[in-house]
Every structure is written in structure tokens, then in C-alpha cells.
């Protein structure tokens, strides 16, 4: 009885088949699962290879000699519909071991392998994903056994296959490290964190390599069971080596920006202040909160800036290219200050202008010194000139003394002796008074001409009188006029009046 129940209950059909193959007996779910895929109702003594499709019938057979040599045997078969059965061939044996009958046993399997067909579809379409994945991805349990990884997980640790099954993740040559650089135990984080069904996300780790780290940027993913226990976990990474050396470059690059004495500038594609340095603050006298969304023209003008150095300014701007020069700014309290400049405009890829950047060096202090040497040039320029012509006066002295001392002197002696002459030799007078004329005529012209030559004694008389006489003298009394009434003559010295009566002599 206990037995009957057992096969009448039971989801396998079972059928008892003697060693020629007939039936002896079977169970109720015999008959539902012969009548679906044979077509046929199963009765004692009926052949079970006769009632067998042609296309099963040899293989059968086969198989049931196998087994009636004391074999098992089990297998699958599909059926033109798509249906599936699960065939298991049982050896019954004596107490002697003989094979005496077959015990058959029959099962549906067509939705156990629907399912399977369906999970192995997606399972191929999850890998197909996850093998084209450029991050690696490791699926791992918790004792570092590994599930399954796909290619990229391979190329970015740069390990064999062999090495990452025998090792897991961590491997031994990874560190992890924080925001500040201080070292981690990935380990500690898995069995603390993951294990408790907590995601670890932008985890940064180092891998040791041959020419130093590669750094990783990890995520770490519980998996859990459908008791919501974390049983595994998934570890999706990438290479962020150069990405973490920009951000190092772009860290130091952005600390010398800040700190250096030359003034940094960006604006936007308007040409608006988005951000500026602390030397422009210190230099301008601007804050940043100040300066914001400010034009540099407009915030450092002032009266005496140079236009064309403006125009050439917005320009360049305009036509989006670099340009360098230097212009006076002012501060916000009015105070001048020199800029040599350099501005750069900014690209992105698709070389549209998004901003801006410009670099700047006070040269206020270069300027001045500038200023302050053509001033020195100029004014030793002015003071050789005074020399020149004080030479030239002292020379001219001299000439005009010693026309008037020696030659004057020795024409006067030539003269007093024309004039005994005349009164000794009355014969000769017409002649004699002809060469006192000439001495006459040569005396007044020197004198004339020393009188021009020797420079004026102005503690005896005045610039505007000198200056007068010389007009006098070249007949332009009548054509110049001279208003000398706000003249002060205290406030020139000897030596600008000399130049300016040498001047008027010479013109």
C-alpha cells in the first residue's frame, strides 16, 4: 500500500519493463506523459520500443541493452515540438545480481529548459555587456573566490587570468589610499563594509608597476541571496593614472597661479572677470567679489590711458588671437600703475571661445627708472649743449679781446704814425689820408665786430636790452616787437642767458 501511494504520487512516470522490453507496470503519470509525447496510452505487455517514434527507436534499444548488462543511464531528448524529455534507464537486479527487469523512468523537463534556454540568453547578453565594458568588473565572493571578470579587468591591472583566479581582488601589489594620501586596508573595507551590505563608491587605489602606480578608481557593490545576506560582491574599476596626475599638475599649477606676484586674470567669452589672483587684488586694490562679472577695461580706466593701446586690446579680443604690450591702469583709489600684459583666449574642442586668461607683470617701478634716465639723458644732453656754447662764448672772447687789445692797438700805432708821416711829407697828403681813412674804417669795424664776438656782461645790463640791440642791429626794429615786462631776470642764470644771446646773435 505504502508503495502504491508512493508511485501513484509521484511527478516521474514510471514504467517496469521485463528484458524483451514490454511493459509489466507502470504508475497514473505514466500515461499523461506517454499519451503527450507518444501519442499513446500505455498498457501491460504493449513493447515500449514498438510505440517508440522512428527516429528514437534505435537509440533506445541501444540504451536498453546497456542497461539490461546492469547499467544506468539517463539523458535528455527534444522532440520536433520543442517539448523535452528526461530519460533514466534503472537496472532491477536478483539477490543473485541478475538483471531480471528495467525500471523506466520519464520526466518534462520542456520548462526547466525553456528556463535554462532563457537564463543562458541573458546570461550571454549580460556577458557580451560586460565584456565590452572599458571599466574592469570582477564578480567575487567573499572568501576571494572569483565568479567571473571580464577582459578589461585583465588589461587595466595588467595580471594574467591565472593570477587574478589564484589571487582575487585585492591583489597584492594594490594599495588604496585617501583624499589626504593616507593608506587603506581594502581588505578591512570589504569584511567591514561590503560584507555588512554597504556600497563602497570612488574608492582611489594604487597599483605597483614597473614604472610606478596606477591609480584606480573602485566601486565595490554587495550581491545578496534572497535572504538579503550579502554573499558576494562586484568590483567595477577604472584607470584614472592620468586623470590623477592632471589633477596633481593642475593642483601645484593652480597653488603657483595663486601665490605668484604676477597678476592672473579669466574672463569669460564676454570678456567678464570670472576669477583673478591674489597679486591682482594686492596691485589693484580690487576683490574678487569686487572685480566679478566686471570688464578689466572698464574697472581699471582712467584719464590718461592709452587709447591705441585700448583699441589694440579689444581688437585681438574681438578677433579671438593672443596679444601682449603694456598700458597704464589705475587702481580703486586712482593710483597709476604700469601692466605689461599677455592675453590669451581659451578653446574647447570644437574651437569655440569659451574664456579668457591673462597674465600680467608690474613694471610701475621699471617705468619710473625709464622716466627717470631720459631725464638724466636729457638734462646731460641741455648741459652739454650749455658747455658747447660756453666754449664757444669763451672762445669768441677771446677773439673779440684780442681784436680789440692787440690788433685795434697796433692799427691806432699805424695811424699816429700816417699822421707824422702827413705832416713830414705834404707832397704825399692824397695818399697818406686815403690810408688814415682805411685805418679808420678797419678800427671801427673791429671794434663792431669784437663787440659782437665778446659775450654780454649781464651784471650790467639786461637780456631783453641785448636782445633788442641784436634786433636793432639786424634791422628789425620795425618788423619785431619785444614785450620783456613780466621777464624776470633774477630767475635765469648766466648761462641760459647766454644761450639765448648767443642765439639771438647767430640768428
Same mark, same amino acid.
Given at each position: 500500500?505504502?508503495?502504491? !501511494? +508512493?508511485?501513484?504520487?509521484?511527478?516521474?512516470?514510471?514504467?517496469?519493463?521485463?528484458?524483451?522490453?514490454?511493459?509489466?507496470?507502470? =504508475?497514473?503519470?505514466?500515461?499523461?506523459?506517454?499519451?503527450?509525447?507518444?501519442? *499513446?496510452?500505455?498498457?501491460?505487455?504493449?513493447?515500449?520500443?514498438?510505440?517508440?517514434?522512428?527516429?528514437?527507436?534505435?537509440?533506445?534499444?541501444?540504451?536498453?541493452?546497456?542497461?539490461?548488462?546492469?547499467?544506468?543511464?539517463?539523458?535528455?531528448?527534444?522532440?520536433?515540438?520543442?517539448?523535452?524529455?528526461?530519460?533514466?534507464?534503472?537496472?532491477?537486479?536478483?539477490?543473485?545480481?541478475?538483471?531480471?527487469?528495467?525500471c523506466v523512468g520519464l520526466r518534462d523537463i520542456s520548462l526547466r529548459k525553456k528556463t535554462e534556454y532563457?537564463?543562458?540568453?541573458?546570461?550571454?547578453?549580460?556577458? $557580451?555587456?560586460?565584456? $565590452?565594458?572599458?571599466?574592469? @568588473?570582477?564578480?567575487?565572493?567573499?572568501?576571494?573566490? %572569483?565568479? &567571473?571578470?571580464?577582459?578589461?579587468?585583465?588589461?587595466?591591472?595588467?595580471?594574467?587570468?591565472?593570477?587574478?583566479?589564484?589571487?582575487?581582488?585585492?591583489?597584492? =601589489?594594490? %594599495?588604496? %589610499?585617501?583624499?589626504?594620501?593616507?593608506?587603506?586596508?581594502?581588505?578591512?573595507?570589504?569584511?567591514?563594509? @561590503?560584507?555588512?551590505?554597504?556600497?563602497?563608491?570612488?574608492? *582611489?587605489?594604487?597599483?605597483?608597476?614597473?614604472?610606478?602606480?596606477?591609480?584606480?578608481?573602485?566601486?565595490?557593490?554587495?550581491?545578496?541571496?534572497?535572504?538579503?545576506?550579502?554573499?558576494?560582491?562586484? +568590483?567595477?574599476?577604472?584607470? +584614472? #593614472?592620468? &586623470?590623477?596626475?592632471?589633477?596633481?599638475?593642475?593642483?601645484?599649477?593652480?597653488?603657483?597661479?595663486?601665490?605668484? $606676484?604676477?597678476?592672473?586674470?579669466?574672463?569669460?567669452?564676454?570678456?567678464?572677470?570670472?576669477?583673478?589672483?591674489?597679486?591682482f587684488t594686492k596691485i589693484s586694490e580690487y576683490t574678487l567679489e569686487e572685480a566679478r562679472n566686471k570688464k578689466p577695461g572698464w574697472l581699471?580706466?582712467?584719464?590718461?590711458?592709452?587709447?591705441?593701446? *585700448?583699441?589694440?586690446?579689444?581688437?585681438?579680443?574681438?578677433?579671438?588671437?593672443?596679444?601682449?604690450?603694456?598700458?597704464?591702469?589705475? #587702481?580703486? #583709489?586712482?593710483?597709476?600703475?604700469?601692466?605689461?600684459?599677455?592675453?590669451?583666449?581659451?578653446?574647447?574642442?570644437?574651437?569655440?571661445?569659451?574664456?579668457?586668461?591673462?597674465?600680467?607683470?608690474?613694471? #610701475?617701478?621699471?617705468?619710473?627708472?625709464?622716466?627717470? %634716465?631720459?631725464?638724466?639723458?636729457?638734462?646731460?644732453?641741455?648741459?652739454?649743449?650749455?658747455?658747447? +656754447?660756453?666754449?664757444?662764448?669763451?672762445?669768441?672772447?677771446?677773439?673779440?679781446?684780442?681784436?680789440?687789445?692787440?690788433?685795434?692797438?697796433?692799427?691806432?700805432?699805424?695811424?699816429?704814425?700816417?699822421?707824422?708821416?702827413?705832416?713830414?711829407?705834404?707832397?704825399?697828403?692824397?695818399?697818406?689820408?686815403?690810408?688814415?681813412?682805411?685805418?679808420?674804417?678797419?678800427?671801427?669795424?673791429?671794434?663792431?665786430? $669784437?663787440?659782437?664776438?665778446?659775450?654780454?656782461?649781464?651784471?650790467?645790463?639786461?637780456?631783453?636790452?641785448?636782445?633788442?640791440?641784436?634786433?636793432?642791429?639786424?634791422?628789425?626794429?620795425?618788423? @619785431?616787437?619785444?614785450?620783456?615786462?613780466?621777464?624776470?631776470?633774477?630767475?635765469?642764470?648766466?648761462?641760459?642767458?647766454?644761450?639765448?644771446?648767443?642765439?639771438?646773435?647767430? !640768428?
Open positions: 500500500a505504502y508503495m502504491k !501511494s +508512493i508511485l501513484e504520487s509521484t511527478p516521474e512516470a514510471l514504467l517496469l519493463l521485463n528484458t524483451g522490453h514490454y511493459i509489466i507496470a507502470f =504508475n497514473p503519470r505514466a500515461k499523461i506523459i506517454l499519451s503527450k509525447f507518444l501519442k *499513446v496510452s500505455p498498457e501491460e505487455g504493449m513493447n515500449l520500443i514498438a510505440i517508440l517514434p522512428d527516429f528514437r527507436k534505435e537509440d533506445a534499444k541501444q540504451k536498453l541493452d546497456y542497461a539490461s548488462h546492469g547499467n544506468f543511464i539517463e539523458y535528455e531528448v527534444q522532440y520536433p515540438d520543442g517539448s523535452w524529455l528526461l530519460v533514466s534507464f534503472s537496472p532491477v537486479k536478483s539477490k543473485e545480481g541478475k538483471v531480471g527487469e528495467i532563457a537564463l543562458r540568453k541573458n546570461d550571454q547578453q549580460y556577458r $557580451s555587456l560586460v565584456d $565590452s565594458l572599458s571599466e574592469g @568588473v570582477i564578480f567575487q565572493s567573499f572568501d576571494k573566490r %572569483i565568479i &567571473t571578470f571580464n577582459d578589461s579587468a585583465i588589461e587595466i591591472l595588467g595580471v594574467e587570468k591565472d593570477d587574478l583566479q589564484r589571487y582575487g581582488f585585492p591583489l597584492p =601589489n594594490c %594599495i588604496a %589610499i585617501n583624499e589626504k594620501k593616507e593608506k587603506l586596508d581594502i581588505k578591512e573595507i570589504i569584511r567591514n563594509r @561590503v560584507f555588512e551590505g554597504h556600497a563602497v563608491r570612488g574608492l *582611489v587605489a594604487g597599483i605597483e608597476v614597473s614604472n610606478g602606480l596606477k591609480w584606480l578608481s573602485i566601486n565595490i557593490e554587495p550581491v545578496r541571496n534572497e535572504e538579503s545576506l550579502a554573499y558576494a560582491y562586484v +568590483i567595477t574599476f577604472n584607470d +584614472i #593614472t592620468a &586623470t590623477f596626475k592632471n589633477r596633481e599638475e593642475l593642483s601645484l599649477l593652480s597653488k603657483v597661479v595663486k601665490e605668484t $606676484s604676477n597678476i592672473v586674470v579669466i574672463t569669460d567669452d564676454k570678456e567678464r572677470i570670472i576669477w583673478a589672483n591674489d597679486a581699471l580706466k582712467g584719464p590718461e590711458k592709452d587709447q591705441k593701446e *585700448v583699441d589694440k586690446i579689444k581688437a585681438a579680443v574681438k578677433n579671438e588671437i593672443p596679444v601682449r604690450g603694456s598700458i597704464l591702469n589705475y #587702481t580703486k #583709489t586712482g593710483n597709476k600703475y604700469w601692466s605689461q600684459y599677455n592675453i590669451h583666449p581659451v578653446h574647447d574642442e570644437n574651437g569655440k571661445l569659451i574664456k579668457f586668461f591673462s597674465i600680467q607683470t608690474d613694471i #610701475t617701478e621699471s617705468k619710473k627708472l625709464q622716466e627717470e %634716465i631720459s631725464r638724466q639723458k636729457e638734462s646731460r644732453q641741455k648741459e652739454k649743449i650749455r658747455a658747447t +656754447i660756453k666754449g664757444q662764448e669763451k672762445e669768441r672772447n677771446e677773439v673779440g679781446q684780442e681784436l680789440h687789445d692787440n690788433i685795434q692797438q697796433i692799427l691806432g700805432a699805424a695811424k699816429l704814425q700816417l699822421d707824422c708821416a702827413k705832416s713830414m711829407a705834404p707832397d704825399n697828403l692824397e695818399y697818406i689820408q686815403n690810408g688814415i681813412e682805411n685805418i679808420n674804417l678797419s678800427i671801427e669795424e673791429i671794434r663792431r665786430f $669784437s663787440k659782437r664776438l665778446v659775450a654780454p656782461r649781464f651784471q650790467h645790463s639786461k637780456l631783453a636790452d641785448e636782445i633788442d640791440n641784436q634786433l636793432g642791429n639786424l634791422g628789425l626794429a620795425e618788423r @619785431v616787437l619785444l614785450d620783456a615786462e613780466k621777464l624776470d631776470e633774477g630767475a635765469l642764470s648766466d648761462g641760459i642767458k647766454l644761450v639765448y644771446s648767443a642765439l639771438s646773435r647767430s !640768428s
